[in-house]
């Protein structure tokens, strides 16, 4: 099935470091969403963007939907151990049924040393 | 008060055995799916169902079956259980199919 190209795969930080992961697609989407699943859990939303050049914030966390509206980043800043966990970004379009369905990336693994 | 709930959350069965996961979502929402993830951890869809009607069916064997007896629930049926089909699933629903989707916990299923 179609997935996204998520980098990096995975990455190991000290606590208080910045990190800034992204997401590209070969296709636009009119939605991206981040998405984190920490260990024994299911993913939890974290940011949705909804428009082209749309930068939003959630305490620590800065997602972007690029301008051609085939990538997206998101960046956290001052790492702390509980920000542990894999990161999903996942793409979606308009339309109909099978068209709607969300195009998820491989997902960047997180570890922080404290 | 889970919004999302799944059960069993672990589960060991036999090749060839049949078993069954169940979810409910207490959130009001029409659309429901199953979700399966790999051990490379990649999520992908099975089924989408909203209003209880089928809208998306991914490539999926047919010894998996989903039910949806109604909007707020989507059980997943599994027949003649093989090693391959060991994964964590995980049922999420969303208001409808173009909103933010919410995972449940996940079920753990291994096929020994």
């Known amino acids: 099935g179609q997935q996204l190209n998520q980098s990096p795969q995975s990455m190991f930080i000290q606590e208080g470091e910045d990190v800034s992961m992204n997401c590209t697609s070969s296709?636009?989407?009119?939605?991206w969403l981040w998405y984190k699943q920490e260990p024994g859990e299911g993913p939890v939303l974290l940011i949705a963007?909804?428009?082209a050049g749309e930068l939003t914030s959630n305490g620590r966390l800065t997602a972007q939907f690029g301008i051609t509206r085939k990538d997206s980043f998101l960046n956290i800043s001052a790492s702390i151990p509980s920000d542990v966990g894999i990161y999903f970004c996942?793409?979606?379009?308009?339309?109909?049924?099978?068209?709607?369905?969300?195009?998820w990336g491989l997902g960047t693994s997180l570890g922080v040393n404290p | 008060d889970t919004a999302v709930s799944q059960t069993p959350k672990y589960l060991v069965t036999q090749m060839g055995n049949d078993k069954s996961i169940k979810c409910e979502q207490n959130?009001?929402?029409?659309?429901m799916y199953w979700y399966k993830q790999d051990s490379k951890k990649f999520l992908k869809i099975m089924f989408s169902?909203?209003?209880?009607?089928?809208?998306i069916n991914e490539t999926v064997p047919n010894r998996f079956s989903p039910k949806s007896p109604d909007k707020a629930h989507l059980n997943l049926h599994i027949n003649s259980l093989e090693l391959g089909d060991s994964a964590v699933y995980f049922c999420?629903?969303?208001?409808?199919?173009?909103?933010?989707?919410?995972f449940g916990e996940g079920s753990w299923l291994t096929v020994v």
């Open positions: 999420a629903s969303s208001q409808d199919p173009g909103n933010t989707i919410y």
């Open positions: 959130l009001g929402h029409d659309t």
């Open positions: 169902y909203n209003n209880k009607e089928l809208i």
């Open positions: 296709s636009i989407f009119n939605t």
């Open positions: 963007l909804y428009k």
């Open positions: 996942a793409g979606q379009r308009r339309g109909a049924g099978n068209n709607r369905k969300l195009i």
